[in-house]
């Protein structure tokens, strides 16, 4: 069975550090473009950040601007997982958490490219 599951989430004050994990299984996804995308009540499905995949480099990666130079997107493709590295966290940022892959190594900001979602890690900042 091809699945990503997330975890790290969790309850923290304004200001602190999550790191969550996005982890797949079933299939290699060394070779697919990895996203995290949140999604908070009432609101849409919006995207966080994205790391493509390159056999030179890794990746390039790609962040909203709302969350660019606080969180960090990065991959261990020998283990076959995401992480998202959330630093100097805001209530603005609570959310439901949501890992996505797409089978092709280019990234995109929207939701509907992406082939394969996690259930989602909950992410609550305290003000």
């Known amino acids: 069975q091809v699945q990503l599951v997330e975890s790290g989430g969790g309850l923290v004050q304004a200001g602190d550090s999550l790191r969550l994990s996005c982890a797949a299984s079933?299939?290699?996804?060394?070779?697919?473009?990895m996203g995290w995308f949140r999604q908070a009540p009432g609101q849409e499905r919006e995207f966080v950040a994205a790391i493509s995949w390159n056999v030179v480099d890794g990746g390039s990666t790609y962040y909203a601007d709302s969350v660019k130079g606080r969180f960090t997107i990065s991959r261990d493709n020998a283990k076959n997982t995401v992480y998202l590295q959330m630093n100097s966290l805001k209530p603005e940022d609570t959310a439901v958490y949501y890992c996505?892959?797409?089978?092709?190594?280019?990234?995109?900001?929207?939701?509907?490219?992406?082939?394969?979602w996690g259930q989602g890690t909950q992410v609550t900042v305290s003000s």
């Open positions: 996505a892959a797409r089978y092709i190594p280019l990234v995109t900001m929207s939701s509907n490219a992406y082939n394969l």
């Open positions: 079933g299939r290699t996804f060394s070779s697919a473009a």
